[in-house]
C-alpha cells in the first residue's frame, strides 16, 4: 500500500539558516503529495502541494519539488524564523482514490533566536 | 465564509464506554468530509471519509464508526472506548473535487481511562 516516511523526527536550528526536512514516498498509482503545517493546539494547515514532476511549487517562502524518479517532495526554506516552528507533516494521495490521505510521521521544526 | 464545528472540545470517559464525537460544517453544502485521528505528537491517521449524506466508506476503522446523517453532519462513535483510542479527533472538510485541500477542524481531545 502506500506511504510516507520522513527521516527527520526532530529539527532544530537557528533563524536565518536554510531547511530541508525529507519526504519519501511509496506507491503504485500516480502520486499527489502535499505539505501540512501544525503549530502548537492549532488544527494542521495545507502548506504546499503537487502531482507535477519536475516542478517546483512555493507557498509562504517554503518551496517543493516533487522527483517522482526519486519519490522524494522535500520541503524547503532558505532563511527559516521563528514564526516557522511547528510541526510539519508530508502528506500522498494517489490517482486511485483522492479521498484516502496517507501522512508521514511528522518533523518537529524548532527554530532558536 | 466556511466554519467547522466539532464536539465536545474535549472528554475524559472510561473504558468500556460510549463515545460520540460530532462535526459540523457551515457554509459550503455537500463537501467531502474527514475523520482522523492522531496521537499526542504523533502523526494522522484518517480514519472515515464521506462524500454523500448516508455514505462513509472506512479507511482504517480502529473499533469505531462514522456516519453522516445530515449534509453538513458528521458523527465518530463507538459503543465501547479502548484505552488505545485516547488521542486529538480532528474532522475535515474539502471541496467535493479531485485532490483538493482538506480544512480542518479544531479537534476533540479524548483522554480514556
Known amino acids: 500500500g502506500d506511504s510516507v516516511t520522513q527521516t527527520e523526527g526532530l529539527v532544530t536550528l537557528t533563524k536565518g539558516l536554510p531547511v530541508m526536512l525529507n519526504c519519501t514516498y511509496q506507491?503504485?498509482?500516480?502520486?499527489?503529495l502535499f505539505w501540512y503545517v501544525q503549530h502548537l493546539n492549532e488544527a494542521p494547515k495545507l502548506l504546499l502541494k503537487?502531482?507535477?514532476?519536475?516542478k517546483r511549487t512555493e507557498h509562504q517562502g517554503f518551496y517543493a519539488t516533487l522527483h517522482k524518479s526519486s519519490s522524494s517532495f522535500h520541503l524547503q526554506k532558505s532563511s527559516v524564523q521563528l514564526s516557522d516552528s511547528a510541526l510539519y507533516f508530508c502528506a500522498l494521495s494517489d490517482f486511485s482514490n483522492y479521498n484516502v490521505l496517507y501522512f508521514g510521521s511528522g518533523t518537529k521544526l524548532t527554530v532558536e533566536p | 465564509a466556511q466554519t467547522i464545528h466539532q464536539w465536545p472540545v474535549a472528554e475524559i470517559k472510561a473504558v468500556g464506554s460510549p463515545l460520540s464525537l460530532g462535526c459540523t460544517i457551515k457554509g459550503k453544502s455537500s463537501p467531502n468530509l474527514y475523520w482522523y485521528w492522531q496521537a499526542t505528537g504523533g502523526t494522522l491517521q484518517q480514519l472515515f471519509y464521506s462524500i454523500t449524506v448516508g455514505q462513509v466508506e472506512s479507511v482504517v476503522q480502529l473499533n469505531l464508526s462514522a456516519s453522516r446523517p445530515k449534509d453538513d453532519q458528521f458523527i465518530l462513535s463507538t459503543e465501547k472506548l479502548l484505552l488505545s483510542h485516547s488521542g486529538f479527533y480532528l474532522c475535515?472538510?474539502?471541496?467535493?473535487?479531485?485532490?483538493?485541500?482538506?480544512?480542518f477542524g479544531p479537534g476533540t481531545r479524548l483522554t480514556v481511562l
Open positions: 503537487s502531482s507535477t514532476d519536475n
Open positions: 475535515a472538510w474539502s471541496l467535493p473535487s479531485n485532490y483538493a485541500e482538506q480544512f
Open positions: 506507491t503504485t498509482y500516480s502520486p499527489f
